[in-house]
């Protein structure tokens, strides 16, 4: 085995701890661990979950740093869409998060993810019909709207827990 092997084996053994950490919502540690292999990598799945990490933080513009330089390398992943409309609901830019979700819902149609989270926004935004209608679809792709909508945002959060340099 190569020292080059080595790296990129210290680098995937480093996103999937870092991916845990932010899976057992240790959020500090995580960001410590996921921070060590953007030297390396800038995958848009290894963005993805610092910005996860720096939203259950509590640090929301770190957040939206890291899922902007995410999405502008996977702009079609829901992961990263998902946790950018959740971010920008949480800083209070919630007509930005319809933006998002409307352009999203409509590439992915069957996402009840998206179609719950569209219908949060649509009801914050006083839109109550179309989140009604939203949350109905939702629920018709098996999402608990209920149960959702009484949890923390945060916790809504997508992480991707596939490694890829």
Excluded at 41 to 50: A, C, D, E, T, V
Excluded at 109 to 123: C, T, V
Aim: charged share 25%.
């Amino acid at each position: 085995m190569s020292a080059g092997d080595d790296d990129a084996r210290s680098l995937e053994n480093e996103f999937i701890r870092g991916t845990c950490l932010v899976q057992q919502d240790q959020p500090t540690q995580a960001i410590q661990s996921l921070s060590k292999v953007l030297a390396s990598s800038r995958s848009f799945r290894l963005l993805n979950n610092i910005g996860v990490a720096h939203l259950r933080k509590g640090d929301t513009a770190q957040a939206l740093n890291a899922f902007t330089e995410a999405r502008n390398i996977a702009r079609s992943d829901i992961s990263v869409t998902v946790n950018m409309a959740i971010a920008r609901h949480l800083k209070g830019e919630d007509v930005a998060a319809r933006s998002i979700l409307e352009e999203a819902v409509r590439s992915h149609p069957k996402n009840g993810m998206l179609h719950f989270l569209s219908g949060f926004i649509l009801k914050k935004l006083g839109e109550h019909n179309l989140a009604s209608a939203a949350f109905a679809k939702a629920k018709g792709f098996g999402v608990n709207t209920d149960k959702l909508q009484a949890q923390d945002p945060r916790t809504w959060c997508l992480v991707h827990t596939i490694w890829e340099k």
